[in-house]
């Protein structure tokens, strides 16, 4: 990407004045949702509404023509018709926008390549990034810019998400509420004509606020680019993509064996594993796993050790470790003799450690910090069963008490109690400790610690 | 790797109007990569061969030559263990063979080629796609890659260590460890072969398929017994 436009980008997701070039009165046209988001969620810079039918929208002036607004504008975002776009970008282009974003539609998607062709020409010319078309827009929590249609910002937080779909966006807004899912920005790419991932995801390399990169993506604009880009921004943070389309592409005419092996979902897992991207099965491990690789160091070892304090679910995490390629190890006989010196007789000093139903906070921070100081330990996923004596806010408390003191040491939680221990979660997930209702999601985010951990150790250095 | 070599066989295919490589040309791309091959020498002159002068070592494998016949074994192009006592009558034999089946079959003469000993088959392979440019493959032959698709890719280029990775990827690893009565593998020189192939293939950016099936994994070494390598435009 030429550097001209790659450094224009931060305009796109920080701008300081934005103008929304066919903004209505009508609450029921886009027009006015993005205005009135922009007004409603906190946006601190300059807006300004274009349209020549109108003096005031939401009580803020109204300039018929982008060319009108007295100051600078760092983004022009267009939400007018399709055939009305090349004139007000050309008008915007004149006015010296840094940036441009189109949510309106109707352009490749629909078979009209000619028309989104042309847009890139101009934008290119002029060393303009463009986002879109056919996008919801651009959130970003870090300054309450909600650029877009979509109802309310996201959780804030340390994530990118970067989502091909407008819709999924907008729909998973509430679930990052819900989960505390922190988001930094919500970029929604729509048909790529000139921004993709590629491009994104090179500048968010040195994007400050960004800890974690999510992908929803169908496919990418240039395979081996993606590849080469995310495999250098992965030393820096975590990528995890979620990668939808997984049915096979029909029979490809191949001469060869190779050739005919050689399916899209293979080539995308082919691409994931060079580039150290973090592959997730669906929405709901891709936020689970975007959530672990945001909030907690990569694990640098194989040595995991699960707390729990009922049987079942240690059984359980102990299957999935083996499924997820970490399988549990015996943990060395000083570090149980230290544990059972804490744990009742009737539990288990052997890993899984069953602390038993008794265990109560003080229970969990004794063993946890035993295992969390020992050198052979390299990582701890810790189950929390709700039990009827035990308050899971207290539980949860201290292991984020004890886990405070060993922050090069991930460990991810599982409560399990449904409603029971909606309170304790929210309380680890802001005390930085990624939690999941089940043995499985918390093993699988351990896993993704791991694999990210495995290509830092491997390519980390590198260049 | 010899590229001035390979360079010069590739130009020589492209000025003949083909794709497709003869089976003795990829061959002896493999060669210059550094790739084993049986030994073998490509006769277009059947009537001259002076079988006495013939420094390759019995029993013999024979495959035609032709531009047309891809699939040789489909067609009876291929004849295994044959003596050098019987070699010109089996090489007269399938050309006549060959000639009944496929009259209009262009043939530019034959192949004849030490046979080599059995080992654990596996296949190393390149595809470049159009998204993701040159990836390799690998896999065990027969019913691993056929029926059960067993196999692992990478993006090439690629070094030692992904090329061994994506050996132990695979389901049927456990058999190139040894598996009753099967000794292992030379597991070094199928990751040999593999970052070889990956870094023609990148190196070459012409080439759209090559397929190395089987190549011959003994408990020392390995030996490819068939190469086909396929240009784009």
């Not at chain 1, 069963?385 to 405070?404: F, M, Q, R, S």
Request: some cysteine.
């Amino acid at each position: 990407m030429e550097r001209e436009i790659k450094e224009k980008i931060k305009y796109l997701l920080y701008p300081e004045s934005v103008a929304v070039i066919g903004a209505s009165r009508n609450p029921k046209k886009i027009g006015f949702q993005v205005v009135y988001n922009l007004i409603k969620d906190g946006y601190k810079g300059r807006i300004y509404p274009i349209n020549p039918n109108a003096d005031e929208i939401l009580g803020l002036k109204c300039y018929p023509n982008i060319l009108d607004v007295p100051g600078e504008v760092d983004l022009a975002m267009i939400v007018v018709p399709a055939s009305k776009v090349l004139d007000v970008l050309r008008d915007s282009i004149e006015k010296g926008v840094k940036a441009v974003a189109i949510i309106t539609s109707g352009f490749s998607e629909i078979g009209n390549k000619e028309l989104e062709d042309a847009i890139v020409d101009m934008c290119r010319k002029n060393k303009i990034p463009l986002l879109g078309p056919n996008i919801v827009g651009v959130l970003n929590t870090d300054h309450n810019m909600n650029l877009s249609f979509c109802p309310n910002l996201p959780f804030k937080g340390r994530i990118t998400f970067i989502t091909q779909s407008g819709a999924l966006a907008i729909g998973l807004i509430g679930w990052t509420w819900a989960s505390r899912i922190g988001i930094s920005k919500l970029v929604s790419i729509g048909n790529m004509a000139m921004l993709g991932f590629e491009e994104l995801i090179e500048y968010l390399e040195e994007d400050m606020d960004t800890d974690a990169i999510l992908l929803y993506m169908e496919g990418v604009k240039n395979g081996r680019l993606f590849a080469e880009v995310s495999r250098n921004v992965s030393r820096k943070k975590p990528i995890i993509a979620i990668k939808a389309g997984k049915s096979e592409r029909g029979a490809k005419a191949a001469a060869s064996h190779t050739g005919s092996l050689a399916g899209n979902v293979m080539l995308y897992e082919t691409a994931f594993k060079y580039a150290g991207v973090v592959s997730a099965d669906g929405l709901e491990d891709g936020f689970d796993k975007a959530l672990a690789l945001s909030l907690q160091p990569p694990l640098k070892g194989d040595n995991i050790v699960v707390v729990t304090n009922g049987g079942g679910a240690g059984v359980l995490s102990s299957d999935y470790a083996e499924t997820f390629g970490i399988p549990l190890r015996d943990i060395p006989v000083d570090l149980m003799d230290t544990v059972k010196n804490l744990i009742p007789p009737f539990g288990s000093p052997k890993n899984p450690i069953d602390l038993t139903g008794n265990a109560y906070r003080d229970d969990y921070i004794r063993v946890l910090d035993a295992v969390l100081r020992h050198p052979w330990v390299d990582g701890v996923v810790s189950i929390y069963v709700h039990a009827a004596i035990t308050d899971p806010v207290e539980i949860a408390d201290g292991i984020a008490y004890v886990w405070k003191n060993y922050r090069e040491k991930p460990i991810t939680v599982c409560m399990i109690g449904g409603r029971e221990v909606l309170v304790a979660n929210t309380w680890l997930r802001d005390n930085g400790i990624p939690v999941y209702p089940t043995p499985k999601r918390a093993m699988a985010a351990m896993a993704a610690l791991r694999e990210y951990g495995r290509f830092l150790e491997r390519y980390g250095n590198e260049g | 790797m010899d590229e001035r070599g390979i360079r010069e066989i590739l130009d020589r295919v492209y000025k003949e109007g083909r794709k497709i490589l003869y089976e003795y040309e990829a061959k002896e791309i493999a060669r210059l990569i550094g790739i084993p091959t049986p030994k073998n020498y490509f006769i277009e002159d059947i009537d001259s061969l002076n079988i006495d002068n013939l420094d390759l070592k019995e029993p013999y494998v024979i495959k035609i030559v032709s531009p047309q016949i891809i699939h040789k074994s489909d067609v009876g192009g291929v004849v295994l263990n044959v003596s050098r006592e019987n070699l010109k009558r089996e090489i007269l034999n399938m050309i006549e063979n060959i000639k009944s089946k496929m009259p209009d079959a262009e043939i530019k003469g034959v192949l004849v080629e030490e046979m080599a000993e059995k080992g654990v088959e596996t296949i190393v392979g390149l595809v470049k796609d159009p998204q993701f440019g040159p990836v390799v493959m690998f896999g065990l032959g027969g019913i691993f890659v056929e029926v059960y698709r067993d196999v692992s890719f990478r993006l090439a280029p690629l070094d030692i260590d992904e090329a061994l990775s994506m050996i132990k990827e695979v389901k049927a690893y456990k058999i190139l460890k040894g598996y009753r009565g099967i000794p292992p593998s030379d597991i070094e020189a199928i990751a040999d072969v593999i970052v070889k192939v990956g870094e023609f293939g990148y190196k070459f950016q012409e080439v759209n398929e090559l397929d190395i099936n089987p190549l011959m994994a003994y408990p020392n070494g390995v030996n490819a017994l068939d190469v086909r390598i396929i240009l784009g435009d």
